[in-house]
């Protein structure tokens, strides 16, 4: 653009006597440049429309009168959308777009006069639309592993929440294996960054995610904010623990996630057993292991014993019987007894051989014999 | 070296085995002879430890 000539609007610039178009508009434009300089704007947005862009163009109207405005990508990418009937203040720089002669206010803030402004009213919409698909259900949250091999974390890689959570992480639970993956925080391309940390992560196989970030104005923690990423946060396959921005900024990110820690060391925390507690847990297993050996060793003993009493009481009984057999045995034994029956009287007559002589025809006239009584033997004869 | 979770949740279920089943001695022996190995790799394991950090490159999402 030429530096703005001194005005003289009578003063023909052609020999024709005629301006050309792109003079009036170079004119136009030095004039509206140099008579109004970048101002503070109140009104409604209208006809908003973002290009893909990222340029966003809109009019700002009131009750009598509208002004066409654009708002470029590198102006806006932080800022959510707004919505057609908002009452908005424009900080813009009144200007002429040449090519198509018209008045245009090239916008460079743009702040909500409703409550809390647009990031509130973005929040609320995402937060409302992550809530219709169930994503903020209590019910969905998961519980952290106990003792994590792989800890995987998103962030910064030059943050200081990186250095705090390592830290956390090598002191108490340093069997891990932290997995650091990098993404912008913070910026234009931050979400996409963040999507693409998690969907790496989602591929790999890690216990549980650590979303870290430090404090920050509302437009630093915007990413956290975005509804792509708090998708992504529960579309992991992993428990994820979220730690971003100070404890008083809750983000979609937050909300999403299976845990909200209030700082990245916290999270860290969260994410850890302590080793020196997991050591003395380590000391009662080994007592519960030694009283179970001793128990069961125990068992066996008192099996032991208890068949061993069997045994002893299974002879017994037998010996029992035995005596007992034995004695009816002897009574009957004694009961027919040839003692016995001598000592009721009877006497027994044997020959010389032994014999016993039972028939008169053995006892011949001169038979000697032997007459056997209950107290000794005496010698007799038949007469 | 075995997961230290897996290592603990073997060392749990053999503790409770020991705790809770009528067994032989040689099997109660045996059981005890591995959870006091497993005690021991548990401990050692938490005594050694250095954190691994691994840094995964970031690569752009293609739009």
Known sequence: ?383 | MAEFNKQLERLEAIVRRLESEELDLDEALKLFEEGVERLRAAREQLAQAELKVKKVLEIESPR
């Open chain 1, 1 to 383: 653009m030429g530096s703005p000539t001194p005005l003289d609007l009578f003063a023909a610039a052609s020999a024709e006597g005629a301006w050309t178009v792109g003079e009036v508009t170079r004119r136009a434009r030095a004039v509206i440049e140099a008579g109004l300089p970048p101002l503070w704007i109140r009104g409604e947005i209208a006809g908003f429309k973002a290009w893909r862009s990222g340029h966003w163009y809109f009019s700002l109207r009131d009750k009598s009168a509208q002004l066409r405005c654009v708002m470029f990508a590198k102006q806006n990418f932080r800022l959510p959308a707004p919505a057609d009937g908002m009452q908005v203040f424009v900080f813009a720089r009144p200007s002429m777009y040449e090519e198509k002669g018209e008045f245009q206010l090239t916008v460079t803030e743009l702040l909500s006069t409703e409550q809390g402004g647009l990031w509130k009213l973005a929040f609320e919409k995402a937060k409302a639309a992550l809530t219709k698909d169930g994503l903020l259900d209590p019910g969905r949250k998961r519980r952290l592993p106990l003792f994590p091999n792989r800890i995987a974390v998103v962030t910064s890689p030059d943050g200081a929440a990186l250095r705090d959570i390592q830290a956390v992480i090598a002191r108490r639970w340093p069997i891990a294996e932290l997995i650091v993956v990098p993404a912008q925080v913070q910026g234009a391309k931050a979400e996409s960054s963040l999507c693409s940390a998690l969907n790496r992560i989602s591929r790999l196989l890690v216990d549980v995610v650590v979303v870290a970030r430090g404090g920050g104005s509302v437009e630093d923690l915007w990413a956290f904010n975005s509804e792509r990423v708090a998708r992504a946060v529960a579309a992991m396959p992993m428990p994820v623990i979220s730690a971003v921005g100070h404890e008083t900024d809750v983000t979609l990110c937050d909300l999403v996630a299976d845990l909200r820690a209030a700082t990245p060391s916290a999270a860290a925390e969260a994410a850890t057993p302590d080793r020196a507690e997991v050591l003395a847990q380590c000391g009662v297993m080994g007592q519960r292991l030694g009283r179970a050996l001793r128990i069961a060793s125990r068992h066996v003993v008192e099996r032991l014993d208890r068949s061993g009493d069997r045994l002893v009481r299974g002879i017994e009984h037998r010996l029992e019987r035995s005596g007992a057999l034995l004695t009816a045995h002897s009574a009957r034994l004694d009961a027919l007894s040839p003692l016995r029956v001598l000592a009721r009287g009877y006497a027994v007559a044997r020959d010389e051989e032994g014999r016993i002589l039972k028939r008169v025809a053995q006892l011949r006239s001169g038979k000697e014999f032997r007459l056997r009584v209950t107290d000794g033997e005496v010698n007799g004869r038949v007469q």
